[in-house]
């Protein structure tokens, strides 16, 4: 029996069309993430998986009971944690602790939480750092360890290593069985944790694939800086491209393996190299049939997810798998 | 689910206070200044005898307004000062209860626990209602020991039928205002919206009672319906009064649990 299963799931405000047909299952003990750029449908699947909001038209069942219907039995397995945890300005960790606690009327696991995590459950919430407030809506969703973990851009503005002890705690849960349900734009989130994928765009589901045929599908940007002489020539070659000249250097395409990319610069006397992963957007315009690709690419070097590397950086090169 | 009832009333339990304390602050006011408007009873009856039958009627001045505590308390109290800080309460408790945990974001922590938002719904609602009587036998009842502070002599049984209108008359508005609190996600537009319903009830009572020709108007109006002259002064509820408020109370309650119920919550 999936964990979740989605059916032809309809959701329009009016004449917007946030959710169009969508359809898609989570296999128990399964690590899903649902991958989308903002806008595209995420939000509102999530909403309409913990009964938020009501579909339009379409099924959804949890652990086969009617997410809707049935949605009070359903939530007694469910943990939910939303990018912008939002609770009770005036009390402390320790009081919506309680509060669940008694609400529930049973025991959690939320000390040992408040120890791995170093929580202070004394500091009112409206005192708390971005970071603790994400801290303390993780321990809630995980407190009563559910069997079904449904995650909203979990580490969304988060600092890196807070960002990793969230992973950790996922692995954990993982490792327990609990599936998870993770929505993000962070790919390489996502590769960290995901075993499958669900990509949507404008409220279609466009894809679902294991995280291998993911990463097999990456595409990188390079813009690579020569001291010398170079051959923009040299870097057509299958599996890389040249979308751009510069007056010392260039900008490449590179789809799948990048050692191809480092083996080939190897043979040049190289200034600057800064490689930057395709953004989610790129992917879904390289792979589905979009337009526009030359205009995301130069962009590209505006996100933070780019790799400055330096002359010392390749002289490691040969030691590089290939 | 008692555990929201319980957790509501912390949460708000300075509110109520302070309301009670600025109703019972009022109350002592007008009790304390009786005795010297006593004195001047019959200057004042002279000059109420003067004024138009539809002004006096609108404001609910009685004959007796100057010369016992009841009419005295209906007239200067229960005819605008306690309508106006409960509609505040009710309509500003109602905003906070529902709308605004929608609005804080709040209401996800609700939704994603294993209850229905139907017992949500009544947990907020009852939890309200306890606030309200609380309120109620405070704002109402408080002026008992008051009197016998300052001697006046008055009729407790009189009270207790003001308690039971201000009661349902409260009971009315306040399922109006959590429906409106279950159907919008803005506070603004609960407090817009059931602040301006009861405004133009108000304005409706006073055109009925200046104007023949509007008289009928008054039926629309709660302000007919909740008269303290009659329950301080007479000991009477008219039974319309009970059909009307409780009638409202229970339609509102229903249709707001079944809307908030099946709505979308989208923060």
Request: positive net charge; contains cysteine; glycine residues 6%.
């Amino acid at each position: 029996m999936p964990a979740i299963e989605v059916q032809n799931l309809k959701k329009y405000f009016g004449k917007i069309h946030a959710l169009d047909d969508v359809s898609f299952s989570v296999d128990e003990g399964e690590v899903f993430g649902f991958l989308g750029p903002n806008g595209a449908g995420k939000t509102t699947t999530i909403r309409c998986l913990m009964n938020f909001i009501k579909p339009t038209s379409g099924d959804i069942k949890i652990f086969g009971l009617d997410a809707q219907k049935k949605s009070t039995i359903v939530k007694n397995h469910l943990g939910y944690l939303s990018g912008d945890v939002r609770l009770y300005d005036n009390w402390t960790g320790r009081d919506h602790i309680l509060f669940l606690e008694k609400l529930r009327k049973k025991r959690s696991i939320a000390r040992d939480l408040i120890v791995k995590l170093n929580f202070d459950p004394h500091i009112k919430f409206k005192n708390l750092s971005s970071g603790n407030k994400q801290k303390l809506g993780l321990i809630l969703a995980l407190m009563f360890e559910p069997k079904l973990m449904i995650m909203d851009e979990p580490t969304l503005g988060l600092d890196p290593l807070l960002q990793n002890a969230i992973y950790k705690i996922l692995d954990e849960l993982k490792k327990k069985g609990s599936t998870i349900f993770i929505s993000s734009h962070n790919l390489i989130e996502v590769e960290r944790i995901c075993d499958r994928v669900g990509i949507i765009k404008d409220g279609k589901i466009v894809a679902i694939e294991s995280i291998e045929s993911l990463i097999e599908k990456r595409i990188h940007t390079a813009r690579v800086r020569f001291n010398g002489q170079f051959s923009k020539d040299a870097f057509n070659i299958d599996g890389m491209e040249v979308q751009q000249e510069l007056s010392d250097g260039l900008i490449l395409g590179i789809h799948g393996n990048i050692n191809l990319l480092i083996k080939k610069l190897s043979e040049y006397d190289i200034k600057e190299l800064e490689i930057s992963h395709a953004s989610l957007e790129e992917i879904f315009l390289e792979y589905y049939g979009g337009v526009g690709r030359s205009a995301q690419k130069q962009n590209k070097f505006e996100e933070d997810k780019s790799v400055l590397i330096t002359q010392n950086d390749l002289n490691e090169v040969p030691k590089l798998k290939e | 689910m008692l555990t929201i009832f319980w957790r509501t009333i912390k949460d708000r339990r300075n509110v109520l206070i302070i309301y009670v304390l600025v109703s019972v602050g009022v109350l002592w006011m007008y009790i304390g200044l009786f005795p010297s408007f006593k004195e001047q009873a019959t200057n004042l009856e002279q000059l109420i005898k003067n004024y138009p039958e539809g002004f006096l009627k609108a404001f609910n001045f009685d004959i007796k307004s100057f010369t016992t505590i009841e009419g005295f308390l209906a007239t200067e109290q229960f005819s605008f000062m306690w309508p106006m800080l409960t509609l505040f309460m009710l309509i500003g408790y109602a905003g906070y209860a529902l709308t605004g945990e929608v609005e804080k974001g709040t209401i996800e922590l609700m939704l994603s626990q294993p209850f229905s938002r139907a017992k949500l719904f009544f947990a907020k609602y009852l939890a309200g209602l306890k606030m309200f009587s609380i309120y109620v036998i405070f704002s109402v009842l408080a002026a008992v020991p008051l009197c016998l502070a300052y001697n006046v002599s008055f009729h407790s049984k009189n009270f207790l039928t003001m308690t039971v209108l201000a009661f349902i008359f409260g009971l009315a508005v306040y399922s109006i205002a959590m429906f409106f609190s279950s159907i919008f996600s803005d506070k603004g537009k609960v407090f817009f919206t059931s602040g301006g319903i009861l405004v133009v009830m108000y304005i409706l009572n006073i055109l009925a009672s200046i104007k023949d020709s509007l008289s009928n108007l008054k039926y629309a109006s709660f302000f007919y319906y909740f008269n303290p002259s009659k329950a301080l002064v007479y000991n009477q509820i008219d039974h319309w009064s009970y059909l009307v408020f409780l009638l409202t109370a229970l339609i509102f309650t229903i249709l707001g649990v079944i809307i908030f119920s099946r709505r979308d919550v989208t923060t």
